[in-house]
């Protein structure tokens, strides 16, 4: 979305459509899984895990990264990511507040 057209929309509804744009791909879906599944932070199982390449890998975790879905730490040579705790409930909050908003207005028919 250009930046000058986002000022048309509400905070909430460009946080929205920036984070479904970042988990719109079944890779970085499968990487959310992935941590939350193992209930920790990890570092080199993913290629194993997703059966992608290492560089493709990386730049599906940059795009996480870069909306604050995950984080990662420097050990080493190695970054370990992990889900952002608080990011992670608050756009739980956006997404459930979204869903919520629906309320059936007319007849099933349309």
């Not at 459509?17 to 959310?32: D, E, S, T, V, Y």
């Not at 570092?43 to 059966?51: F, K, P, T, Y």
């Not at 990264?65 to 050990?75: F, L």
Request: proline content about 1%; charged content about 20%; glycine content about 6%.
């Amino acid at each position: 979305m250009g930046v000058t057209q986002s000022h048309l929309f509400t905070e909430d509804q460009n946080q929205l459509a920036l984070i479904a744009k970042a988990i719109a791909h079944p890779a970085r879906i499968a990487i959310l899984h992935h941590l939350i599944k193992t209930k920790s932070c990890i570092n080199g199982d993913l290629v194993l895990e997703i059966g992608l390449a290492q560089a493709t890998i990386s730049q599906h975790l940059r795009e996480l990264k870069e909306v604050g879905i995950i984080q990662g730490t420097i050990e080493g040579t190695k970054i370990n990511y992990c889900i952002h705790a608080e990011k992670w409930n608050e756009l739980k909050s956006l997404f459930q507040h979204f869903f919520e908003s629906y309320s059936a207005c007319c007849d099933s028919s349309c």
